[in-house]
């Protein structure tokens, strides 16, 4: 399997270069694109956050209190005063950062139920309806949640192409059983997965101007405008053409 940071890595350079995308077609503005980038590595390391000793395990629960401790900054920052802001604050790292580490810790298996689609998948739909209650807009709430599956996504392929050995041409026991669906071991609980994604998805704010972003490309430029090659092209050949006329009534 991939190791801690090859994830984080991986998760990170994918998520970065999809945010940079949607920031040079303009469906993105550059704090967005900070945002989205965060989510896709944290993303990037959130099946493995029941190994209960890993690095995975510790940096998402921290990266996560931080997320949702900002989230509640600037939700709440001009509805409250400074003293409850500071205690929302403070207690919603406390609950992410301890109490849910120690409640998922308890209740799961390294490499089973969290190491699946599905669970990425509900996450992200989680992620979406939060921010959709936290009344951010239904682009915002949608891509937040796309990014981090995507990151979720990067750890399950990257675990999948580790599980084949280049070296001695072979296939590791391991192959097939990182990219699943769900986690055939557990299926009610992967029945209660799939049914929560459901259920959730009713909660969800419209999918339309999430769409629009990720398919709106009339802005999109690969390279700068200066950078035409035919017009390039043409420079140089006017400039060959000067220098060996020049040349030419020298010598």
């Known amino acids: 399997m991939a190791n801690f940071r090859t994830h984080l890595n991986g998760a990170a350079i994918v998520s970065g270069l999809a945010a940079a995308t949607l920031l040079s077609a303009g469906n993105l503005d550059p704090i967005s694109a900070i945002w989205m980038t965060c989510l896709g590595t944290i993303g990037g390391l959130l099946p493995d956050v029941d190994s209960k000793h890993s690095k995975s ?54 490499r089973a139920t969290c190491h699946c689609i599905a669970f990425v998948v509900l996450i992200g739909m989680i992620l979406v309806c939060v921010m959709n209650q936290l009344e951010y807009q239904a682009e915002f709430s949608w891509l937040s949640g796309i990014f981090l599956i995507l990151g979720g996504l990067v750890h399950l392929t990257l675990d999948e192409i580790y599980s084949v050995d280049l070296s001695n041409k072979r296939m590791k ?43 709106d490309w009339s802005h999109f430029a690969l390279g700068p405008n200066w950078l035409n090659f035919h017009e390039a092209g043409e420079f140089f050949s006017h400039f060959y053409e000067t220098i060996s006329n020049e040349l030419r009534h020298l010598f």
């Open 57 to 110: 395990m510790k940096v998402i629960f921290r990266a996560l209190g931080i997320v949702v401790a900002f989230s509640m900054l600037c939700h709440f920052y001009s509805r409250i005063s400074l003293l409850p802001l500071l205690v929302l604050v403070i207690g919603s790292y406390c609950l992410i950062r301890y109490g849910a580490r120690k409640l998922l810790a308890r209740y799961t298996i390294h």
């Open 173 to 215: 026991k391991s192959f097939g059983t990182a990219f699943r669906l769900t986690c055939p071991k557990y299926p009610w609980i992967s029945l209660c997965q799939v049914s929560a994604i459901v259920f959730l998805f009713a909660f969800t704010p419209p999918f339309h101007p999430a769409w629009n972003a990720l398919t």
